[in-house]
């Protein structure tokens, strides 16, 4: 699919595009650049900060895959938002190194929606219990906008929608209990190349598109 007809495919919505360039090389990426797009979302660290130091700095660089603490200094100066924040231990170091860079770093929690055992993710009670844990109260480097998660990867529309619709109704529950009085929480990220239609209309604000726009990964 070209860049141009998503772009155009979501300006009628309340989505906001994450171009997933994994994988990818640079030229492709600041192609895509050139056309106008400024966010790119990469699922490895070194990867991702080897393509920051090469690429435009006003890229917006989403780190959408599963995080080691030990990593979370390597991609601390630059990161734009980390969507898989799976535990509160990630919060916390996530905290730390944002203060050595004297920032706030904007965060989703990530959570497991999927059948398969072995995604990452939160359920609602660790969710509420990180909430309310005086460790993160005391967080003043990090900010946490909204909510992460992927579907099963199925054909089974109905079972992907309803997955998306938990997610969605996550978000609506810790919005109202966390963060009422705090308009920043609002982002849902869900959607990939192969049910971001039924996650626009379940109310996505954030999709993440690899292989229909860049083509297949190796
Ligand atoms: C790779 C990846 C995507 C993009 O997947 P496509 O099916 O290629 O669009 C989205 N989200 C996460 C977390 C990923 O790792």
């Keep these: 699919m070209k860049l141009e007809d998503l772009h155009e495919e979501l300006k009628a919505t309340n989505t906001r595009l994450v ?8 030229e492709l990426i600041q192609d895509f650049y050139d056309r106008g797009q400024r966010d ?5 660290v070194q990867e991702l900060a080897d393509k920051f130091e090469a690429l435009p ?3 917006n ?9 030990n990593k979370v200094k390597y991609i601390a100066p630059f990161v734009h938002l980390i969507h ?3 535990r509160l231990k990630i919060l916390k170091e996530v905290n730390k190194r944002a203060r050595q860079n004297e920032r706030v770093i904007d965060c989703l929690l990530q959570f497991h929606i999927a ?4 995604k990452f993710g939160f359920d609602l009670a660790e969710a509420r219990e990180a909430m309310e844990s005086e460790t993160y109260q005391k967080m003043e480097h990090v900010r946490i906008v909204g909510v992460m998660g992927m579907a099963t990867f199925t054909d089974d529309h109905d079972k992907v929608r309803r997955e ?13 209990d966390y963060f009422a009085d705090q308009p920043h929480f609002k982002e849902i990220s869900m959607g990939m190349s192969g049910d971001y239609k039924i996650a626009i209309e379940e109310g996505s604000t ?5 292989s229909i726009l860049f083509g297949p990964r190796k």
């Design 19 to 26: 171009a997933v360039s994994k994988t990818k090389p640079n």
């Design 61 to 69: 660089w989403h780190f959408i895959g599963h995080l080691q603490t």
């Design 40 to 44: 790119f979302g990469e699922n490895r």
């Design 206 to 210: 954030m999709i993440r598109i690899g």
């Design 115 to 118: 059948e398969e055992e072995s």
């Design 57 to 59: 700095k006003d890229i």
């Design 84 to 86: 898989s924040v799976d």
């Design 164 to 176: 998306f619709q938990a997610l969605r109704r996550i978000f609506e529950q810790l919005k109202q």
